[in-house]
């Protein structure tokens, strides 16, 4: 199982993420120290399930409604934008990023078509960023 690590960037401690921790909490996890190896043992009567960022963007949401960039992913459609860490995404597809739950987000960020992102620096700036379904990765 291929997963990757964000580092801590900015020295906050709230960088470190281990990318594909969803297909991770699949499964009963079991670490043995002792002889360094990670067993993973699938739940008894439960069907797989998962969500693939297609768009590459890992946002968090601000008290005030608006969504921060966290990381782009390399390889992914977002990072062909001027889109940064750090960055403010006010709307998503026409709708005020205040009224998207994170877990809308991510059920907006799984599909393979064309999202209007526009993120705020000294001014909004939004771009077309068209999401593909991705081999090996999605399976839609």
């Not at 001014?123 to 081999?135: D, L, M």
């Amino acid at each position: 199982m291929k997963t990757n690590v964000i580092g801590d960037i900015d020295g906050d401690g709230d960088d470190w993420w281990i990318v594909g921790s969803g297909l991770l909490s699949q499964f009963k996890t079991v670490i043995d120290y002792h002889s360094s190896k990670l067993h993973i043992i699938p739940y008894e009567d439960s069907a797989y399930e998962s969500s693939y960022n297609l768009l590459g963007l890992e946002l968090r949401p601000l008290k005030n409604g608006h969504f921060i960039v966290r990381y782009v992913f390399p390889q992914m459609a977002s990072l062909a934008f001027d889109i940064k860490k750090g960055d403010i995404i006010s709307e998503i597809d026409g709708q005020p990023a205040k009224d998207i739950s994170l877990e809308k987000w991510l059920s907006i960020s799984n599909q393979p078509r064309s999202h209007l992102i526009c993120r705020v620096r000294q001014q909004e700036k939004c771009f077309t960023i068209v999401s593909k379904e991705i081999a090996g990765y999605s399976d839609n």
